[in-house]
């Protein structure tokens, strides 16, 4: 898509200033806000830039942790080269399985004239599951929604912030969220903007590790934690006790709190115990108005 039809996807979707929640208004060359004039354009990314002026300001110590820095680094990378753990067919089977799981449903519920919006796109791979014409991929990273761009030329990229999302209220009718909310310190936050703008009967899918549960804990202890303390010399539970700050239960509790339903399904074995599985998909629902 050019630029200038990105910038009526944008509008048509329902986008918003990030920094007032003003309208924002096509004029030459950018979109402007109509209150506050903050002008919103593609960089030579092709990647628009919603990151809030007032960048928050709280930087936890524990962030600070040299283990964690070094993974942060090395994370980037990897979503910009395809994660190395997808190399094995055997282990892509697992570590996709949401992204092929929700890519279905979603597939068949959204129309042809309707809109996705992703929350942590990453490098897109949900995209790689279905052709879908109308996408809209929201991350913190500037560097993975380039490579997003690349490979899926037709989507569109936004580069947010994570807390505040830059939509109006009630506007998103589909809206996805794969392997994200684990991540996300301001949990609540998040979840009362993902609430805000979904419409009344729009639907929020979700994949979450069974972070928390013994499956996953050994995992890591026998799997992935020796395999990154060899390749990169970092401690993997370090890194994970705050990489996945929200354990399942956290953020299953976060969901009940903000949605009137909340379906899930544990994977592989469909029995709901973290211990013996490795993941939840499902979707939440607004309370519809009577
Ligand atoms: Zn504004």
Known sequence: MSEEEEKDFLIRTGINCID???ALKKAPNCLKCNKCKRKYSRNKLKVWDFTPKQKPAIYLDFYKNEDYQKWTKVFEEQEIYDWSIYNSKFKRVFSKAGHRILGRRIKRSIKDDETLVEI????????DEFKINNYLGLDTSMKVLAVLKKRHPNATAICVSGRKLPFQSSSIIHLVSLHTLEHIYHLAEHLQEV?????QNGKFYFVIPTEGGWAFYLGRLLFTGPHVRRK?????????AREHINDARRVLKFLRFYFS?????FWPISIPILSINVMIYGFCKNKKET
Request: net charge positive; proline share 0%; hydrophobic share 35%.
């Open 20 to 22: 007032c929640g003003g």
């Open 120 to 127: 942590g796109a990453g490098g897109g791979a949900l995209l």
């Open 195 to 199: 609430k805000r703008i979904l419409k």
């Open 232 to 240: 990169y010399k970092i401690n993997a539970h370090e890194v994970m």
């Open 261 to 265: 339903s909340v379906k899930k399904t």
